[in-house]
């Protein structure tokens, strides 16, 4: 994918729920929907952005946009993630980055002058026809969630 995605269809992969159904971007056809990704579960980033989608979920509800956040983590950490903090949206797993590398969201991260590949903190819009609407990339998570509900809140006016 493009930098700016704006407008590009997401691709249809097929990721894991906790559950051990499957889950892909045709699942949500027909709606608007939030897609994003976050590396790894019960961190303290990531636990604050789960934190924060399940607490507007309401909001998207009424709005009629579902969320799904994806991270590389295995389905039965998921489990333990949503129990642990008992969060209210869906959570997918995309083990072999399929889908963050189909997104542009597998890269080169480094860290203490190591190299490796990691997911980028992203949130994609996408709108009833399955295109992107609007991307975030390198979100940083204080009020993250709200910027997202405002762009749904916009998308659906």
Do not use: N
Not at 123 to 131: C, H, N, P, V
């Amino acid at each position: 994918m493009s930098e700016d995605q704006t407008g590009q269809a997401i691709p249809d992969v097929t990721m894991v729920r906790p559950d051990g159904s499957e889950v892909s971007a045709s699942d949500y056809k027909g709606k608007p929907w939030v897609l994003y990704f976050y590396p790894k579960d019960d961190t303290p980033g990531c636990t604050k952005e789960a934190l924060q989608f399940t607490e507007l979920k309401p909001e998207f509800d009424k709005l009629g946009v579902s969320i799904l956040g994806v991270s590389k983590d295995p389905p039965k950490k998921h489990t333990k993630f949503i129990d642990k903090h008992d969060l209210a949206i869906e959570l997918a797993s995309d083990e072999e980055v399929e889908m963050a590398e189909a997104m542009g969201v597998w890269v080169e991260k480094s860290m203490y002058g190591k190299t490796y590949m990691g997911l980028e903190r992203s949130t994609f819009l996408i709108d009833a026809e399955g295109k992107i609407a609007k991307a975030w990339r390198k979100v940083k998570v204080k009020e993250h969630g709200a910027a997202v509900l405002e762009a749904a809140r916009e998308l659906v006016a």
